[in-house]
């Protein structure tokens, strides 16, 4: 069973514009982590977050982590036509156990 | 260094047949995951190993899975008696497995299509 919802499941933005997307997930967390996703194969690790954190930053990455909510959120900011992809939350419940995904938002950013 | 690699990318198989999935971790990486994904969803473990032994079996979802690592490196994923439902992508993961190391690195996936 997948612990992770993302909201929303789909995103249609012009290039240039920001990209946010919402992870909700059960139980509580050692960390979570974001991942993108191109054509449906192998999976590029984006950003960790752990539970002790609030927010972090990465490049045009923004993540934020309300572990009270039990919810956190991706921005992407200034999008590319190259961040069309699909993204996925994953939580992990222990150090180095494995990794409880959502379902993914699949963003598409129009040229 | 060389990512995650697994082969092969694609495999057909016939429904009843046994098929094998190979990941070879990135070198010095002690933990190994497997997860599948099907269409549309996200990807959900399978089993996870720490060097030689399978720490978490809890995702395999009946014994006709099964996978191993005996050196503790290259894993095989194994399927006896394939059926449709077991069509979907398989993705390899591994991670330094040292605890503040928890970021897991993943190949490229084999995708079995079963007929």
């Known amino acids: 069973s997948q612990q992770g919802e993302e909201d929303p499941q789909a995103l249609s933005i012009q290039e240039g514009e920001n990209a946010t997307m919402n992870c909700s997930y059960k139980?509580?967390?050692?960390?979570l982590q974001w991942y993108r996703q191109n054509s449906g194969r192998g999976l590029v690790h984006l950003i960790l977050?752990?539970?002790?954190?609030r927010e972090k930053h990465s490049g045009r990455l923004r993540v934020t982590l309300d572990t009270s909510k039990k919810s956190s959120s991706l921005l992407i900011t200034a999008s590319r036509a190259a961040d069309t992809a699909s993204y996925f939350c994953?939580?992990?419940?222990?150090?180095?156990?494995?990794?409880?995904f959502g379902g993914g938002t699949r963003v598409l950013v129009k040229p | 260094g060389a990512g995650v690699s697994q082969t092969p990318s694609n495999k057909v198989t016939e429904k009843g047949k046994y098929v094998e999935l190979r990941c070879d971790p990135i070198?010095?990486?002690?933990?190994l995951y497997w997860y599948r994904q099907s269409l549309g969803q996200g990807p959900e473990f399978l089993i996870y190993?720490?060097?030689?032994?399978?720490?978490?079996d809890s995702g395999l979802p009946n014994d006709r899975f099964f996978a191993v690592r005996p050196e503790g490196s290259v894993s095989t994923l194994k399927i006896q008696r394939t059926e449709r439902g077991d069509s979907a992508v398989y993705l390899c993961a591994s991670s330094l497995g040292w605890p503040g190391t928890d970021t897991q690195y993943f190949g490229p996936g084999t995708r079995l299509t079963v007929l």
């Open positions: 070198s010095g990486h002690t933990a």
């Open positions: 190993f720490q060097g030689t032994g399978a720490a978490d």
């Open positions: 977050i752990r539970s002790n954190e």
């Open positions: 994953a939580t992990d419940q222990a150090a180095g156990n494995k990794l409880t």
């Open positions: 139980t509580s967390i050692n960390n």
